[in-house]
């Protein structure tokens, strides 16, 4: 290395930020992420007993994916190399995977190909990746942001071990800030920085689980905090809340966890739980999701989860969307709120999901002779005289407006589809349909 690449890199190291100073360099200063990396967990072991193969980590920013492969790096006796999908491509592929094959046969040592946000790497560079990972010349970790099982081509994820690292827990982020705190060289510690209990606790909070954005908001609070006479730069809540100024929002309208969020709504509403409904639809609006995406799903939950224990959720929730048209956003937030709420607080029945799907299994899988020829349509002219409605009994001419006949086919006429529940309104229509149909009592 000359002087003036040396110059450089010393130069760059002293302005990095925070959190690529803090960078841990092995097992012992890394925090969270305990149900792979815990103690004699797969990950950990693999890593101490330098038997890695291939992987994907997959997970949110900050979590530590980087860090984890950098440590294996620093620890394996396999050749290191790294890329990034953005600024890489098929070239730079082929020549790692030439190396790794000329370390491995003169020297007989295994190469580590670290590919950072594989996920942008289209179906053609992963394909070019396969061979060289089937036959073991390269040692794969991927690290994604997307749900790799989206984005990441099936042979590739069957010869991976997929590893998901969560967003960190509090008192491992609050664990990371405190070393950066009272390290001297990489750290915080040469400015004699002193934080608040409340804006630590903030910092925290904010975070959402990522450490970078920890990291770099601290770091932010100290340098442009000036010291007191004392020499002590104290991080007062105010400093902090004007470093961190919103809470990082990890959400990709097109991505996996725009699934995940929906998912966690909708069965908020499905669990009767009004107050995580409103969490998980202020969490959406807060993103920019489109609430008419929201809407539909409202419309759809009115009826899988409500159903008939109270037939007007689903007159709620459309009205709700046609009024979010009208309307628009930010006062549509509102109506949203609206129809989630008289949803997840509504007596619930999944009766009429679970008939209709038993209802297309039957037809997909069963003959069942057609329609009778009595409920035929017989309004056109030669109908009667092929035996179109023959012996059909009309409904409205008998009490009650009701007469007993069989509407199913002839090898199905006592199976039973819908089976209302006891909750809501439905009580009251499982109670009728007993009375007109003898198949249903004690069933």
């Given at each position: ?7 450089w ?5 002293q302005k ?17 992420q ?18 890695f193969s291939s992987?994907?980590f997959?997970?949110p920013p900050?979590?530590g ?8 790096a620093?620890?394996s006796k396999?050749r ?6 953005v600024?890489s491509?098929?070239?730079d ?8 094959k000329?370390?491995?046969?003169m020297e007989g040592?295994?190469?580590i190909?670290f590919?950072?946000?594989i ?12 061979p ?22 099936s042979?590739?994820?069957s ?5 998901p690292f969560?967003?960190?827990?509090n008192?491992?982020?609050e664990?990371i800030l405190?070393?950066?705190?009272k390290?001297?060289n990489r750290g915080m510690a ?7 209990p ?15 954005v920890?990291?770099?908001?601290l770091?932010l609070?100290?340098?442009?905090t ?9 991080i007062?809540?105010s ?8 809470k ?6 097109q ?6 969020v929906?998912s966690?709504?909708i069965?908020?509403?499905?669990g ?11 969490f ?7 609430p ?20 007007r ?8 969307a046609?009024a ?19 949803l997840a ?11 209709i799907?038993?209802?297309l299994?039957?037809?997909?899988v069963?003959s ?19 035996g ?10 008998y009490?009650g407006?009701f007469?007993?006949q069989?509407?199913?086919p002839?090898?199905i006429?006592?199976?039973i ?27």
């Open positions: 290395m000359d002087i003036i690449q040396y110059s890199e010393q130069e760059l190291a990095s930020p925070l959190a690529l100073k803090m960078r841990p360099e092995n097992l012992d200063d890394f925090f969270g305990e149900d792979i990396l815990g103690e004699g967990k797969l990950l950990r072991r693999l890593i101490q007993a330098d038997r992987a994907v997959y997970g900050g979590t994916k980087t860090t984890a492969a950098r440590i294996i620093q620890t396999a290191f190399f790294q890329l990034n999908a600024m491509g098929v070239k592929i082929k020549e790692v995977i030439k190396k790794a000329e370390l491995l046969g040592q295994r190469t190909l590919i950072d946000e996920h942008r790497f289209n179906k053609a560079q992963q394909d070019a990746l396969l060289s990972v089937e036959e073991g010349t390269v040692i794969l970790i991927g690290a994604t942001t997307e749900n790799p099982y989206f984005t990441v081509i042979p590739l994820l010869r991976s071990t997929v590893f969560k967003p960190l827990e008192q491992d982020i664990k405190e070393r950066a705190l390290d001297k040469s400015y004699n920085p002193h934080l608040e409340e804006a630590l606790k903030h910092i925290v909070e904010r975070s959402n689980g990522d450490a970078r920890a990291l770099n908001a770091e609070a100290v340098l442009t000036e010291p007191g006479k004392d020499g002590i730069r104290l007062t809540l400093a902090a809340e004007e470093s961190i100024q919103g990082a929002v990890r959400y990709d309208r991505g996996d966890n725009h699934f995940d929906i966690a709504f069965k908020s509403i499905r009767s739980d009004p107050d995580a409904a409103l969490y998980w639809l202020a959406m609006i807060n993103a920019g999701e489109d008419n995406f929201i809407a539909r799903r409202l419309v759809i939950s009115a009826s899988e989860d409500v159903g008939n224990a109270d037939p959720a689903l007159s709620v929730a459309v009205s709700a046609q979010l048209q009208m309307i628009g956003m930010p006062e549509g937030r509102i109506i949203l709120a609206q129809a989630a709420t008289y607080s509504a007596p619930k029945s999944n009766a009429s999901y679970l008939g799907n038993q209802a299994e039957e037809v997909k069963k069942s002779g057609g329609v009778p020829p009595y409920l035929k349509d017989a309004s056109y002219p030669g109908a009667r005289k092929m179109h409605g023959k012996g059909y009994k009309y409904p409205h001419d009490a407006n007469v007993l069989h509407y199913l002839q090898g006429r006592e199976k589809y819908y089976r209302p529940s006891e909750n809501g309104e439905e009580k009251m229509i499982k109670w009728r349909l007993e009375k007109l149909w003898p198949k249903r009592k004690g069933r």
